[in-house]
């Protein structure tokens, strides 16, 4: 999947601001989909808007600059549509923590040990929020259903995280190394 077609996605929902996709991407129930940066979503929303896709009005806002807001068309809805039906690609996780436990071997310790309690804590934060999101969003029944798949993704790397954060603590180094250090 791709910014445009997650665009098409937000927008076939409710209407939007470039800033309220983003925000959808980065904190809303989107997150878990797609990464989606400014400098992809605004020239996705020009390229929609030009193929006639999506409609945008300009909507002023007191003490503030004004803003552009889009909406889906209904050619924006069948072409939405038929995306979704295309082959889907490869799921792609990407993990700085697992880069940074690639590497656990050259690093002290202490370092280690750190870093994996504050992975730890932030993986029990997003699985709370998962289990809030029910709770603070109205959820249809296929929402629901994303949650729940996110819910066990997320206990079983927790559960495999706590059974084996030791392993990875281990293989640290027991002596910095100024190298690995700095």
Known sequence: MNVRTLCLSILYE???????????????NFAYFVEA??????????????????????????????R???SITETGKAAFAAELAEPLGEDMFRSPFLLFARFAHILPRELVEQR??????????SRKKLEQAPKEHSCNAA????????????????????????????????????????
């Open 37 to 66: 940066s400014y400098g992809s979503i605004y020239p996705a929303l020009a390229r929609l808007e030009d193929e006639g896709l999506v409609a945008s009005r300009t909507e002023q806002q007191p003490g503030k600059p004004s």
């Open 116 to 125: 994996c309690n504050e992975f730890l804590e932030r993986s029990v934060e």
């Open 68 to 70: 552009k807001v889009y």
């Open 143 to 182: 929402d629901m259903w994303v949650i729940n798949y996110g819910r066990a993704v997320l206990e079983v790397a927790e559960q495999h995280f706590r059974t084996h954060m030791h392993e990875l603590i281990t293989m640290a180094r027991a002596e910095p190394r100024k190298d690995a250090a700095e």
């Open 14 to 28: 409710e209407e939007a601001s470039g800033y309220d996709i983003r925000r959808m991407c980065t904190e809303g």
